[in-house]
């Protein structure tokens, strides 16, 4: 495996999955998707019981995912932004990149690429800048992180009309009626053709097609 895909959003086909897909795709590598909510990985527990053999000790699915990335040479991570964060799914994964990391740092120069959906710019650049901590911390190259407009549930839970706590109001207005009509697609944001430019040239770079890779981070 060349290339490892992990999802943190939870929605069937979200938009963070299908831009995700698209880098694993467009670069035309031998690559894994993992959705993290069909999975089951705790936060670290900071038991520190993967001092001795950087191997995660809990009882979950994050150590077969750990062999998964020492085999990858790069790695795609996208989430989304409830409640203006980085949501818990991805949070928990890359807390437990630290028993990959202390001492032996067994994911440096490893390439990633990083995704993050959600409704408002400034809180989707926070999570994205919390993610490019994680990796600088891990010793990765960091060549590429991208931002995708997110869609406030409430346009397709049934409820969004009627319920007082609505979102639609505040991004829309009071005039908007719940619809998926009004959901934007990630596939006609201008994100999803930088995104399948930087799969083409990471792959393009892993299998020696060219000698070098820029640093082509998107905000």
């Given at each position: 495996?060349?290339?490892?895909?992990?999802?943190?959003?939870?929605?069937?086909?979200?938009?963070?999955?299908?831009?995700l897909l698209q880098v694993l795709r467009a670069s035309n590598l031998e690559f894994e998707f993992i959705k993290l909510s069909n999975v089951h990985v705790r936060p670290c527990l900071a038991c520190k019981a993967c001092v001795e053999d950087n191997i995660c000790k809990?009882?979950?699915?994050?150590?077969?995912?750990?062999?998964?990335?020492?085999?990858?040479?790069?790695?795609?991570?996208?989430?989304?932004?409830?409640?203006?964060?980085?949501?818990?799914?991805?949070?928990?994964?890359?807390?437990?990149?630290?028993?990959?990391?202390?001492?032996?740092?067994?994911?440096?120069?490893?390439?990633?690429?990083?995704?993050?959906?959600?409704?408002?710019?400034?809180?989707?650049?926070?999570?994205?800048?919390?993610?490019?901590?994680?990796?600088?911390?891990?010793?990765?190259?960091?060549?590429?992180?991208?931002?995708?407009?997110?869609?406030?549930?409430?346009?397709?839970?049934?409820?969004?009309?009627?319920?007082?706590?609505?979102?639609?109001?505040?991004?829309?207005?009071?005039?908007?009626?719940?619809?998926?009509?009004?959901?934007?697609?990630?596939?006609?944001?201008?994100?999803?053709?930088?995104?399948?430019?930087?799969?083409?040239?990471?792959?393009?770079?892993?299998?020696?097609?060219?000698?070098?890779?820029?640093?082509?981070?998107?905000?």
């Amino acid at each position: 495996m060349k290339i490892l895909g992990i999802s943190g959003s939870p929605v069937i086909n979200s938009n963070t999955d299908r831009l995700l897909l698209q880098v694993l795709r467009a670069s035309n590598l031998e690559f894994e998707f993992i959705k993290l909510s069909n999975v089951h990985v705790r936060p670290c527990l900071a038991c520190k019981a993967c001092v001795e053999d950087n191997i995660c000790k809990v009882n979950d699915d994050f150590p077969a995912i750990a062999q998964k990335m020492r085999e990858a040479q790069a790695v795609v991570i996208g989430g989304y932004t409830p409640y203006r964060l980085l949501d818990a799914f991805t949070k928990a994964f890359l807390e437990r990149l630290w028993s990959m990391r202390h001492l032996h740092s067994l994911n440096e120069n490893k390439y990633a690429v990083t995704i993050v959906s959600g409704l408002f710019k400034e809180v989707r650049a926070a999570a994205l800048n919390a993610m490019a901590t994680e990796l600088q911390m891990e010793r990765m190259h960091h060549v590429a992180e991208f931002e995708i407009e997110g869609n406030v549930p409430c346009l397709t839970c049934g409820y969004g009309d009627n319920c007082k706590n609505s979102g639609i109001p505040h991004i829309f207005s009071r005039e908007i009626k719940a619809s998926k009509d009004h959901c934007v697609a990630v596939e006609t944001q201008p994100v999803w053709e930088e995104a399948t430019k930087t799969g083409q040239l990471l792959g393009q770079f892993l299998t020696g097609q060219t000698d070098g890779i820029p640093c082509i981070r998107h905000n």
